[in-house]
């Protein structure tokens, strides 16, 4: 009796198991028929480039789940349901070292036009933080898909209505006001540096190992005074009334907070938000590129990318690869600014 | 045994002396209280004093185990599966992992145990293709890739 | 009244043939990745998420809640079996069930296991049940001042692990600090200890080091001793031992003790089942009538760290489903499921959809169920490992964790870090320093830093923010109570001694 009932077992779990690589394998045998169905239309267009021949990896450094990977991934469903490359995209998780595993690992791929990476300001930042022998240069910049803005954001039955007020409270005492964020150097700090430069005023600032959801944590809990995150990582407690908005760092009001003005606005001449972009290893041939290009061009035009816009709040502002490279040019040095002088800023 | 725990210990004090004067150049005191050296440096002065203790004390130095420290006969074999674990960690990147591992298994079994060539043989190719399909294929899981895979 | 109706809902959408399979799906993955050394339920549950992208974002959530838990239940099978505690949690598993296990007692230290993982994880949620939005507030009080004392009482389960000399565990435990502290420092950032290795700058992986410091050194000293690996003796008959009914009754107290630690900290955002169990198993052994048992396969001590390991996933739920908030990284995982969906976190998400949240409470009382059963039918098989050609097991387990260090970042360089630390782990066995609290100190260290860090920027450098409150006041107490224990029954002894005299 035990015995049936022990193999019964073990019979459910090895079907279970069975199935679970079916459905792995499936996913995989749909994709194919995508290709089947793609490369038809594809290859009539683009006579002269066999490209691609197998199956395009899009690196990204964080782990599956995080904020760059769905990022990633919305492009790779994109490209894969629509069609939109005669191969299906694969994406390929490379955490640690806050990006550096990734970025060594597409520099080992030099010229390889099967490997794709996320381009975020991690690019930038980590560099400098880490003291590797790398920068962004090392690598082929392909298209800027986004910007993430960044928001002023307080407790719910905080005092402070208005950037006047958190200013004016900051005004009366260095570090009299508290901002939560992620680890020292994370770029929610670079906004509140801007302002700082702008206002005269010195914030007091709590990093958190957990990053972003943990110094929501400490703000709702009331520990700290303000943080400065991406839309998406406070929409919903402000839906529920537990956060307050009080000010948007774009140059226009965003969609998703029609009521809450500008820092410009309200005088403070400061806009910042993080690019989220794609990028290539180095030395791979320009047609290869503007392939890409004109591929992740397409992808800002399909349902599942405006989708994705909206749901994380967001904007959608595309860049080709060349605009995409001045762009990085021109943010290189404020962003090895911000960092440079933050070391001393902690320190006092 | 004696000889190898005073080492032992030795080699605790010079890493805990190291690890102090490090921890002085990155910072004591930062402006709002501690800085990144400070830690650190407690814990080197905890390290040098306790692992003092170890070596001082009669008891620090009592035999606890019933074997030498490094058994005579052990030692080459010891040795040996060191040696082949690095070598194949080192061939990961370069020839992917069923084929380093197929190479660490197959030392192991054949040089280190002393089993037969076929045995070991057959054994070196069940294993990692095994654990290659039930991790890469079944789990979807990445394997360092190599040449090959 | 609610709540009744609620969790009826909840069952109702749960006790359908295609959930009751995605549970039974999620569940076993769970079990047998959780089982794996290196493979934790951030890594379980990571690795199915990109299937789920398709699914219904109900079903994923249950499936994924099902790895969770899962492998919380698998995580105590190679710590016992093979000495491999694949995450923090389960150190201290290993460190009683290993001992069980060279005796000849894994199945009973397994099936132990799996009932104290069964009454943690149904209790809990029970708990998530009733008490999860009065919990919540509760854990939004506790600021960096409380989690700093909190992680000090953690640290003080060094004391409590070792069996021999106390001032080797001290060094181990130190050891294990300085790893820590390995890595940019998390206030200012400053790189410490990397050698300018960027592989070095989010710090050491705690699980190579474990996997190292724990199993690799076993297996090279088996090696050198030429001896049959992992079977002091092995059972002659390969059948399920049940735990006697003494067992049962002494680990019953430390069982329910360790279920409501292991709940009310698996709530607390950034603490989780690691300090649950390291409290569990240090408080249980301090009330223990037979403490010169623990260390050497005290079968009680694995009940404290299963309920209390396996209550915390409940408690973990809490902040996921009553604010929105992750406060683990499995539970970062999670909510990156329902990110994919489109779904925005936030406390209006579960009063918006209030199918996911009752769907997984729902789905959480029955997947412990079929874990329970599964993980007693699954031991049997698990056990016959110990019966593979000690060489055979020794490239298995090599393997293993070959695999496990490197799916930490997909990247060679923590291999080399398990091989260091399995040298390193090597002469520590041989000299007697116990490998428990290097794992503990290195897990501890960097959050006791961090959050004493942030309590002084918080006061603007003064340490009275640590009595100002009444949380950490209180804390405060209890730590200085358990730091002078040792000095207090020494009194407390003397002045017996002294009145019988």
Redesign the interface.
Known sequence: MKRIFYSGFSIILMVAFIGLVVTGCGTKGKEANQVQGGSTTKQQEQPQLKYPEKTVEFVVHTNPGDGADIYARTIAEAINSEKLMPQPMMVLNKPGGSGANMYNFVMQRAGDPYILMTAQANLLTSPIKNNLPLSYKDFTPVARMAIDPLVVAVKADSKYKTMKDLIDAAKVAPKAVTQAGGLAGATEYFLSYIIEQKTGVVFNLLPHRGGGAEAVITLLGGNADFVIMNPSEIVGQVEAGKLRVIAVATEERLPSFPDVPTLKEQGIDATFGLFRGVAMPKDVSPEIVAYLEKVLKQVTDTNKWKEYLKNNGLISAYLPAKDFKAYLDEQAPIYEQVLKTYETRLAN | MRRGKISLYSGLIALSIYYGREALSLGLWVGFGPGPGLMPLLLSIIMFILACFLLLSPDGLKNTETDSFILADGKRRLIMVVLFLIISTYLMDIIGFILSTMILTYTILQMVEKWGMKRSAIVAIILPVTFWFLFAVAFKMQLPEGIWF | MDILLNLAMGFQQVLTPIYL?FV??GV??GLI?GALPGLGP?AA???L???T??SDPVLSMVMLTGIYYGAMFGGSYTSILLNIPGESSAVMTALEGYQLALQGQASKAIQMANMSSFLGGTISVFGLTVAAPLLSKA??????PEYFILMMLGLSAIAFVGT??P??A??AG??G??LG?IG??????????TF?S??L??GIPFAAVAMGIFAIAEV?IN????LKPFSGKTEKKMRIQWPTKEELKISMSPAFQGTGIGFVLGAL??VGPTIASFLSYSLAKLQSKRPEKWGKGAIEGIAAVETANNAAVGGAMV?LLS?????SSAT??????L??H?L??????FSEHPEIPWGVIASMYIGNIIAI??GI??S??FIRLLKLPP??L???I???T??GA???????FD??VL?VF??VGY?FK???IPEAPVVLGLVL???V??T???S???S??SLSIFVQRPVSLVLLIILIIIYLWPLIRFSFNRLKYSNNQ
């Open positions: 399979l039974l799906l076993g993955f990745v951030t549950i990571a690795i998420l990109p299937l992208y398709k854990a939004l009080a506790f600021g960096p021999g000399s001032v080797k001290l060094i130190c050891f600090l300085m502290t940019s420092e998390p206030i200012t950032g400053a790189q410490r200890y300018g960027y592989n700058g989010d090279l090696i050198e001793k030429g955002p950034g902040p604010l929105g908030i992750p406060g970062a995982v999670l909510l990156g499921g990110l994919m489109g925005r976190p936030g406390p209006l998400l059963i599964m039918t699954l049997v098989y060489a055979v020794n490239v298995i090599f393997l293993v070959i695999i490197y799916s930490i970042n997909n990247n060679v291999i080399w091989l399995g040298v002469f041989k000299v007697g260290g960097p959050l830093e961090t004493f860090g942030q002084l920027i918080m603007h450098g």
